[in-house]
Structures are given as structure tokens and as C-alpha cells.
């Protein structure tokens, strides 16, 4: 059966031979060639994606989503449900990780509600889809209208970035609950067994983590989803944050705005948004390789390399965050090095 | 026999307490505990040296220390000698990587002639103890006065950071032929073996490793340098610039000056500072993990762990400067971050 369709926004290929072009420039200028590797790499397609000619400063966001998932009522967390509604009042309020490395960063942070049971907090953008997915063990997570309608969020989000001017945008995410259904979500699109997969979340103790491993695997064996119909398996497994995540990546790179992964979830949302539209691929760019199984295993599907390496399990963006000075650090190469031949700087001897 | 001793600057035992303290303070603030991996420890150690109660942004400087060495006449380098002196020639005009870098995270950058051979640049500091080191093959590359001159020459810079207000000193170094003389240090001050030590520097091919690696072995077997007499060992093989940069780590230690380091050479300037100063091992911060392979031995003997995964083998304090802005994000959560109590965000189920 063909996946129901929806109008996804359009995608252009990425020039492979811009990416190619500016790794030359690269290697036109003052330091051995590939020297500052993957920042080389990462500063090479970000600059395909933008254009060389009028290539600028980066300009960063970082965009939160949040939503609560039915599946928390099988304590599947370390932390009560309530929590998600809390966090988001922290961040309005400037008091959470994400909005102290923001600032160190200077990047702005954006929080979107796609749907926290509770309340929405003054300075929280309130695009609730509905009060938190069902329990994805006892049916559908969320209907096909409801799963259309948290991906158009996304894609509104990104329309805003790209009126702002934004250039990068790092993806973030909370939701009491989540590596559950981001662990769903891999194996459905990766295909790698259960146990690589499941991890300790935000700090899980063994008996629950077996716990978990077996919502997951009731949740399969309930569900059937089917990789080909990836927008029946949102349905079935949910979640609003992680598919409007997946609609942001789509949407911002429609834009051409380059897209940094945070950990196990928002990377999960990459791979959502992979499956809907493949060109997203190449406007991904991975930041940390987190303590959480499963990240590394989707990160190795889309072929991304983690520039950092902190051990981070937090969530949040707070990884993608810490990565955007390489991204200002990686134009500013194309700017404002010198070449061999400007410097006068003499060449290999070989 | 006893080294020739020397006047080092004080380096005060770093309070295992504070970090401790520092460490608990985060585990009040509103996420998982320990869920920021090596972002904590490095803001608990970073806290620990500076202080809790008058805790500020940091104020982070690279410093550049290059000079010549007499071993590049034995071919250890795909470059010609003369880069030395165009890349300082670079750096005071702003047209090498590190000031595209020290732009992109607002860190200032000086840059300190220690032995360049030729003309010394406008806008460089000049503190020459000569031109260049000579050559280790064929007698020791310095003399015991002009290793304490090195020294000193970190020691003063240190001394200038601090009253500059620089709380955080990141270490570049230039110098043609430099991997040769750190691959040395860190054999005498590691044991570890010559092949795990001696890689490719800015480019080898095949032929040149195996003329590196015996240059090395020629060089040990010449001068059988004893690990307890760090300051003979320096004069054996030097080089100018490792020395200044081992004295600043030494200085800045002595200030409370936090102390990131680059690749394989800063990083053996490091090895260099602790062997003479032991304690200045608590105020080191590792930046990245080098793809030369004698870095990680290195960063093992240490104890330290790299905070990116870039594949870097460039130097001039580029690795070290890109790590700079991971200070400032953790100094914001201790400064900025709401607690759990604070923030009303409920704790753990169990």
C-alpha cells in the first residue's frame, strides 16, 4: 500500500560540484591541504548550500519543540510527565541549559508547544496539534490529519526562520517521554535490532530499562509499521515534537537553511524527514555523538560525522548549540584567509 | 645527576574540594544529572581554578609562540624553512586560519616571535633568543641559558595575560620541523615507542616518515636524553617555541589561568611544563584529538579527553581556539541556570 500523500515543501539537490568547489578554495589558502579536517567538510557544504557568491556570516537559531507522549503512562522516564510543561516555563523563563549556551553561542532560541499537556507559557510559540500523543500500547498514537498538521507546523517554523535571515538552524527537543518513540522510529527506518537502539534515556536504572526495551518491542509487534509508509508509521508511534522537527528539516532545507542534529531525537527527526523527502540528506549536519545507543546508529545511516565529543544525554538543541561557532568559524575561512599565492607563503616542497 | 634547578612560578595545588562543590552546583541545576558529560567537567574544573564567588565570563586569548629549528635542514617536513617566517608574516596581517578562528569566537590573538629565522614582522612580539635552534643531529640545539630564556619569555607573556584580565589562555605554536621535536619530548617524557609517536606533521608521504622516524631514533640514540633532567633534555633538542609555550602554561598556572591545548606540539609543551611543574596538570584542558598519532599517547599520559572530534592536524592554536567557546557555555550555567527548586521542575520518580 502507498503511503497516503501530502504536499511536502520542494527540496533542491545539492551541487555536488559546489561542494567541491569550495573544498579547492580551501585548498588554495594558507595551511596544508585538509588540515582543518572535518571542519573542512562541514564549512565546504554549508557553503554549497548558501552560495558561494554572497556568502555571508551565518545567522543562528536554535528551535525547540515540545510535546508529551501518551507512551509516558508505561514509565518509560526517570521523571514524571509534568516535567515537559516545566521545562517549557524554564525556557521562557531563560533558566534551562539550552538558554545559557544560546547566549554563549548568540544564537536565538525560538520555543514551539506542538502540543505540552498544561498550560502555554508567555514567550512559548503555541502550535498545539493536541494535548500530548495517545499510548502508542493501547492504539494509535495520532491520526494521519493530526501527523499532517504537526509536519506544517515545522514548516512554518522554517518560512519564519527564513524571512528572519537565518542560515543554520539547530534542532531541539523536549518531551517527557521521547527516546521511547525515537527508538521506535529508528528501528522502523534503520532496521538495527532493539537492543542497539533503546538506551537509558535521562537516566534510567536497569530494571527499567528492560522495561522500556519492552514497550518497544510491544509497541512493533502491535503496530506492523512499514518503513515504505512513513507517514502511517507517525501515526502509529507519534511523536508531535519529533515530526514537527522532521517538518522544520524539510522546510529549512527547501530554504536553503542548513540543518545541526542535537542527539538520539532530533536525529530521529532527520531521519523521519530522510524518508520523506531523501534530498534533506544533504543539508544535515551532525554535532555530538551522544551517550544514547541508537544516536550513533542513525547518525552511521545518514552518513553524518558528530564534530564534538562530550558524552551530552541532555536534549534540548543543547548539543547542536554548542556546534554553531564552527559553523562562523568555518565561513570565516572562505572570507578572510589568505591564499599561498596572496601571503606569498611558499607551497609543499614535494 | 639532579637537573640544573631553576626559579619556576608557584602553582598552586588545585582544591579537589571546589570541584567537587562545583560539580554538585550543577547537579542542582535543572537537567539530568551529569547529562552534559564533558561540558561539566570541564566548567567544574574551569570554576574550581577561577573561583566560585567572583565567578565571570571568561576572557579567553590565543597565544602563538614560534621559532625555527635546525633539525628542518634534515628534510622532517613536507614545507620549506622559510614558512616559519611567512606564516608569522600571515598571522600579523590576518590572513592565517587562527585569526579567521580567533574572529569567530572572539578570542584576541598574540602572536610571539621566540626564534624565527629572518625579519620579525610588525604587530609579532619579539622575544628572539636566537635564530633558530641548531641542529640536534649534530650537537645539542640549545645552549641551558637559552632554554631558562624560553622560559621566561612564557613566563613573561603569562604575566601579561593575567593583567590583561585573560582567564583562559588557549596554546598555538609555529615552526617548521616542530612535530620532529615534540615526536622526541614525547618519547623521553612518555617511554612510549618511537612508531606510535612519529607521524605524517603537516603532510609526509612514505619515504619521509621512515627519514622521520630515524631521524628520531638517530637523535635518541645521539643524546640519550634522561627523563628526570627535563631541562637537559630541552637543551638536547629543544625547540624555542615548545619551551616558551611549556614556561606559559607554567605562568599561567601560577595566575589561576585556565590552559587549553592544541594538537601533538602544544600538547608536548604540556608534557614539557608538567614534568617541571606537576601541578600545572589540573589547570590543562585538552581541545581535540589529533589525527598525529603521538597527540593521543599524549593526551593518555595526561589524563585529559578531547572535547571535538575534527581530525585537526593544522596547529597554530587552531584546535585550542575552537574549543574556547565551550568555556563560556559552562560559566553560563552556573551563572544563569535556574535550579530545580527554583524553577518548581520536579525531580527524579525514584
Known amino acids: ?37 572535518r571542519l573542512e567538510h562541514l ?9 558561494r557568491e554572497h556568502l555571508k556570516l551565518p545567522v543562528a537559531e536554535i528551535v525547540i519543540m515540545a510535546a508529551d507522549h501518551g507512551i509516558a503512562a508505561a514509565s518509560v522516564s526517570a ?7 516545566q521545562m517549557l516555563l524554564n525556557f521562557a523563563r531563560g533558566g534551562a541549559a539550552i538558554n545559557a549556551i544560546a547566549r554563549a553561542t548568540r544564537a536565538r532560541l525560538t520555543v514551539v508547544n506542538v502540543g505540552v499537556l498544561g498550560n502555554n507559557p508567555e514567550g512559548v510559540l503555541d502550535h498545539r496539534v493536541r494535548a500530548g500523543s495517545r499510548n502508542l500500547l493501547e492504539e494509535e498514537a495520532l491520526t494521519a490529519d493530526e501527523v499532517e498538521r504537526a509536519l506544517e507546523v515545522g514548516f512554518t517554523i522554517a518560512e519564519q526562520l527564513a524571512a528572519r535571515g537565518v542560515s543554520v538552524v539547530a534542532l531541539g527537543e523536549m518531551g517527557i517521554g521521547n527516546t521511547t518513540v525515537a527508538s521506535l522510529l529508528s528501528a522502523v527506518f534503520t532496521g538495527a535490532p532493539i537492543d542497539a537502539l533503546v538506551g537509558r534515556g535521562t537516566g534510567l536504572d536497569d530494571a527499567a530499562l528492560v522495561r522500556k526495551r519492552d514497550v518497544v518491542t510491544r509497541a512493533l509487534a502491535k503496530h506492523l509499521p512499514e518503513r515504505a509508509q512513513p507517514l502511517r508509521v507517525l501515526a502509529q508511534v ?31 527527526a532527520a531521519l523521519v524527514a530522510v524518508q520523506l523527502s531523501p534530498n534533506v540528506k544533504q543539508y544535515l549536519f551532525a554535532s555530538h555523538n551522544s551517550v544514547e545507543p541508537g544516536h550513533r546508529v542513525i547518525l552511521e545511516t545518514l552518513g553524518l560525522e558528530p564534530v564534538l565529543d562530550l558524552q551530552l544525554r541532555l536534549g534540548e538543541g543543547t548539543g547542536a548549540a554548542l556546534a554553531l561557532p564552527l559553523f562562523e568559524a568555518g565561513v570565516r575561512l572562505f572570507l578572510e584567509m589568505a591564499t599561498f599565492a596572496s601571503a606569498g607563503v611558499s607551497g609543499r616542497d614535494d
Chains 1, 2 share one sequence.
Open 1 to 37: 500500500m502507498k503511503d497516503k500523500t501530502m504536499q511536502l515543501p520542494a527540496v533542491p539537490t545539492l551541487d555536488s560540484e559546489a561542494i567541491t568547489r569550495a573544498q579547492r578554495e580551501l585548498d588554495t589558502k594558507t595551511k596544508p591541504p585538509g588540515s582543518l579536517g
Open 43 to 51: 564549512a565546504a557544504r554549508y557553503v554549497a548550500i548558501r552560495g
Open 79 to 85: 521523571y514524571p510527565q509534568a516535567v515537559t510543561e
Open 238 to 268: 507519534g511523536g508531535l515534537e519529533i515530526i514537527a522537527l522532521a517538518g522544520l528539516a524539510i522546510g529549512a532545507a527547501s530554504r536553503r537553511i542548513g540543518v545541526v542534529l542535537d542527539g538520539f531525537i532530533a536525529t530521529s
